[in-house]
């Protein structure tokens, strides 16, 4: 080389940096000399984790078993019992229990998104929580939840009957003398506001706010959001009482003629009208659990109905005097009623005994349960709210309110702490700590739903549609098989073939032509009759070794000497 010539320096080895997805490099990372495991490998403490290596979490995050108690959904199916003999059952009914475990597991877990608490009224040492006026509330309160405490002058066409909709938004008004108004109680927008020029029983909301029905005095109506008529229903006259059953689209009526009818709003057709014979039917309240009305009566008794039967499904004799009113709470599971004879009773509908009986001064004309177990009862002008009256026993009130007018109906607002009380004067909303749900599913009901949300709500209840047939005490025994009928039908198509029939055979596909209908239907009535064969044979051979051991039963008689072979020639009246 010339001294002369120019030489490029070599450049340096830099480190490559490693990827990922490059498996050609060791990843391990830069380990730290002082700390050594037990099996002698390195690791440092500041290394992160990196694809391929463990997780240090594994699986989901534990749920507490006491909130898994609260979603599960009875005991589970004994797969190793006999009564599912067949593994393709065995394996399905294993599949279903996977779901419901998931489901409950799910469910536990999608607490952590409930963010609003419920809380009730806490007093001081010195003072009780009746003693705390609604005045009181509403300047303790925010500015949104004291704008629900409010109270609407209407002293020309009373007294009003009240209803609000299953999402707790909307108010309906009736008055006696023919005023309807309907408004977003929330906004304090009105939708509509007519005149009737009738007399005016019951209002009642249907599954949305648009629709509407309304007891006249002498039929039923139908309206709409706007005030507008969609119909006059004249199979339904002189309607005192009315409850909507949502999941059923029925709409059920109690009548001054004593009849109990329900009308399936989807189609416009009257589903049942059944006679009670008992009376003016005055008092009415649906079991949000079974969907099953409760009426009750003059002589004291509250009977239970389904559009099923013809007669009461139950007949209770709660009162020595006239039932004055009824609520049943959200559960299904207690219902309080109060008489003429001036008592509160709450019964146990599992078991129809009375649990706590209570001894109101004037007697309560109108009860009212909340979505959290507050039961509020109207005795003249004054509003009493109870909390725990119904597994424990009360000595006083919860929270009470003191009206200027007596009190025609009452009603919880869902998911509101919030009572509306209807009044010869007109409406008063009331606030009542820890009434309502604080958390609400909005694919069930949606306080802040859309118009193309409800529309599609209800596109999806109409096909979610349950039949009134389904309608019974006990939910579970829908989806229960009926031993006894299933037995009997087996019986009687056996005494008719002489054998059971096997289970339909549906024949396997097979390729180059042999599955076409012609040999489909050929393969079928090979196996029916194979199976009709083997079916009559075996009954046959019952038969014959039946009669073999009566013939040598008979045959160790004789020999024994308890009778002799001339027996068999005797007549049965001899």
């Given at each position: 080389?010339?001294?002369?010539?120019?030489?490029?320096?070599?450049?340096?080895?830099?480190?490559?940096?490693?990827?990922?997805?490059?498996?050609?490099?060791?990843?391990?990372?830069?380990?730290?000399?002082?700390?050594?495991?037990?099996?002698?490998?390195?690791?440092?403490?500041?290394?992160?984790?990196?694809?391929?290596?463990?997780?240090?979490?594994?699986?989901?995050?534990?749920?507490?078993?006491?909130?898994?108690?609260?979603?599960?959904?009875?005991?589970?199916?004994?797969?190793?019992?006999?009564?599912?003999?067949?593994v393709k059952h065995r394996h399905s009914m294993k599949r279903l229990e996977d779901k419901y475990a998931e489901a409950v597991k799910s469910a536990a877990r999608s607490e952590l998104l409930l963010t609003e608490e419920a809380g009730f009224l806490e007093?001081?040492?010195?003072?009780?929580?009746?003693?705390?006026?609604?005045?009181?509330?509403?300047?303790?309160?925010?500015?949104?939840?004291?704008?629900?405490?409010?109270?609407?002058?209407?002293?020309?066409?009373?007294?009003?009957?009240?209803?609000y909709t299953r999402n707790g938004r909307h108010l309906l008004l009736g008055g006696r003398k023919g005023h309807l108004a309907a408004m977003d109680w929330v906004t304090k927008r009105p939708s509509f506001e007519i005149n009737v020029m009738e007399t005016i029983q019951e209002v009642q909301w249907l599954h949305i706010e648009t629709m509407l029905a309304v007891a006249q005095k002498?039929?039923?109506?139908?309206?709409?959001?706007?005030?507008?008529?969609?119909?006059?229903?004249?199979?339904?006259?002189?309607?005192?009482?009315?409850?909507?059953?949502?999941?059923?689209?029925?709409?059920?009526?109690?009548?001054?003629?004593?009849?109990l009818k329900y009308l399936d709003v989807s189609i416009g057709r009257e589903v049942a009208s059944i006679r009670t014979k008992l009376g003016r039917l005055y008092c009415m309240k649906q079991n949000p659990h079974n969907a099953i009305i409760h009426l009750g009566h003059t002589n004291g008794t509250v009977t239970l109905w389904s559009p099923n039967l013809k007669g009461p499904i139950v007949k209770m004799l709660c009162h020595k005097s006239a039932v004055r009113s009824i609520a049943i709470d959200k559960s299904g599971l207690y219902m309080a009623t109060s008489g003429q004879d001036r008592q509160l009773k709450i019964f146990d509908i599992r078991t129809f005994k009375p649990l706590q009986v209570y001894r109101i001064a004037s007697g309560a004309t109108e009860l009212s349960f909340s979505q959290r177990g507050l039961l509020a009862s109207a005795c003249g002008n004054i509003v009493d709210v109870y909390k725990d009256c119904c597994t424990q026993s009360q000595d006083k009130?919860?929270?009470?309110?003191?009206?200027?007018y007596n009190i025609t109906d009452l009603q919880f607002c869902p998911y509101e702490d919030v009572l509306g009380v209807t009044h010869t004067n007109g409406f008063e909303s009331l606030l009542i700590p820890g009434a309502g749900e604080a958390n609400f599913?909005?694919?069930?009901?949606?306080?802040?739903?859309?118009?193309?949300?409800?529309?599609?709500?209800?596109?999806?209840?109409?096909?979610?549609?349950?039949?009134?047939e389904m309608i019974t005490m006990d939910t579970h025994k829908i989806a229960e098989v009926d031993m006894v009928t299933m037995e009997q039908k087996l019986a009687e198509r056996k005494e008719i073939l002489g054998y059971i029939p096997a289970?339909?055979?549906?024949?396997?596909?097979?390729?180059?032509?042999?599955?076409?209908?012609?040999?489909?239907?050929?393969?079928?009535?090979?196996?029916?009759?194979?199976?009709?064969r083997d079916a009559l044979r075996k009954e046959s051979e019952k038969v014959q070794d039946s009669q073999k051991k009566v013939k040598a039963q008979e045959k160790?008689?004789?020999?024994?000497?308890?009778?002799?072979?001339?027996?068999?020639?005797?007549?049965?009246?001899?």
């Open positions: 080389m010339a001294d002369d010539e120019f030489v490029l320096p070599k450049k340096a080895n830099k480190k490559r940096t490693q990827r990922y997805y490059d498996t050609s490099k060791d990843k391990t990372p830069t380990l730290d000399k002082d700390e050594e495991l037990k099996d002698g490998s390195h690791r440092n403490k500041k290394h992160k984790f990196e694809r391929g290596s463990a997780d240090p979490f594994k699986g989901p995050a534990p749920v507490p078993k006491e909130k898994v108690t609260k979603y599960v959904r009875g005991k589970k199916i004994d797969l190793q019992s006999e009564s599912i003999p067949h007093a001081d040492e010195d003072e009780e929580t009746h003693q705390i006026s609604q005045k009181e509330i509403r300047q303790a309160v925010d500015i949104s939840s004291a704008t629900k405490n409010f109270d609407l002058t209407l002293n020309q066409f009373g007294p009003y009957k009240l209803d002498k039929w039923l109506y139908i309206y709409d959001n706007q005030g507008t008529e969609l119909h006059c229903v004249n199979k339904f006259n002189d309607v005192l009482k009315m409850q909507f059953l949502p999941y059923h689209f029925l709409l059920a009526t109690a009548s001054a003629t004593g009849f009130p919860y929270m009470m309110h003191k009206m200027k599913d909005a694919l069930e009901q949606n306080p802040y739903q859309s118009k193309k949300a409800r529309r599609e709500w209800e596109v999806k209840a109409l096909l979610e549609k349950i039949q009134p289970a339909k055979f549906q024949p396997k596909h097979k390729m180059k032509g042999k599955s076409s209908s012609t040999k489909t239907e050929q393969r079928k009535k090979g196996v029916i009759e194979e199976n009709k160790e008689e004789i020999k024994l000497g308890k009778r002799s072979a001339l027996d068999r020639f005797q007549t049965k009246s001899s």
